[in-house]
């Protein structure tokens, strides 16, 4: 079964500290890690993506690291602010057989307290 | 302004009924997607379509239907077959890659509640 486990479930972290979240995938075959952003009550949006050909991407103060050995990856939310606040889940897709399907993991709730 | 649109925001039906969600997009993807969000569940795939007039099952389709008539709208029913349908239901679309994945835009969700 195609699963991304997603850990810690919740987090607590002050302001201007270092947020970081935990993805393992077992489907080989992903293509794509994407992590999406959901505030309360609004759909998940995009924040940042990689590929397997390499092993972080920054944008910003956010920050994806991609071990493809270890089947894992990770997101880094540099100098957390309030505004970060928010449920984030990983993904792992692929594009096998002509499909494209995401699997996500069960979300992280990041609160970012003064 | 390009977007996903989803309506009602807030359904309430009775034990029984079939409702149907709404899902329009104007971002001229060819791919459009079902999900269920449940508390601690994270998003779980219903169905999805990739063209007109074809749609595949995802992980939880039973006791819910899909149509595709339009490239721009991709409606959802959920009958009384689905035992569970209290959640909140979210569309998305896409383009469809060649090789790897593209960004998935979601719409803003309705909140079904059955009484």
């Known amino acids: 079964q195609q699963q991304v486990k997603q850990s810690p479930q919740s987090l607590i972290v002050q302001k201007g500290g270092i947020s970081i979240i935990n993805c393992a995938y077992e489907n080989t075959a992903f293509d794509y890690f994407p992590w999406y952003q959901q505030f309360p009550g609004k759909g998940p949006a995009l924040l940042i993506a990689i590929r397997p050909d390499v092993s972080e991407k920054k944008e910003g103060r956010f920050t994806i690291s991609f071990n493809k050995s270890a089947k894992q990856f990770s997101l880094h939310i540099m100098d957390s602010q309030p505004g970060d606040s928010a449920t984030y889940f990983c993904a792992g897709a692929y594009s096998g057989a002509g499909s494209y399907q995401l699997t996500f993991g069960k979300g992280t709730k990041l609160s970012v307290i003064p | 302004d390009g977007g996903i649109t989803q309506s009602p925001k807030y359904l309430f039906r009775k034990e029984g009924q079939n409702v149907t969600l709404s899902c329009e997009q104007n971002l001229n993807h060819d791919a459009m997607y079902w999900y269920r969000q449940d508390p601690g569940q994270g998003l779980r795939l219903i169905y999805y379509?990739?063209?007109?007039?074809?749609?595949q099952k995802g992980d939880i389709a039973e006791g819910y239907s899909v149509s595709r008539e339009k490239k721009e709208s991709f409606p959802l029913t959920v009958t009384s077959a689905q035992k569970n349908p209290t959640a909140f239901y979210l569309c998305a679309s896409s383009i469809v890659p060649i090789t790897g994945g593209n960004e998935q835009f979601f719409g803003p969700g309705t909140r079904l509640t059955v009484l």
């Open positions: 379509s990739q063209i007109v007039n074809d749609f």
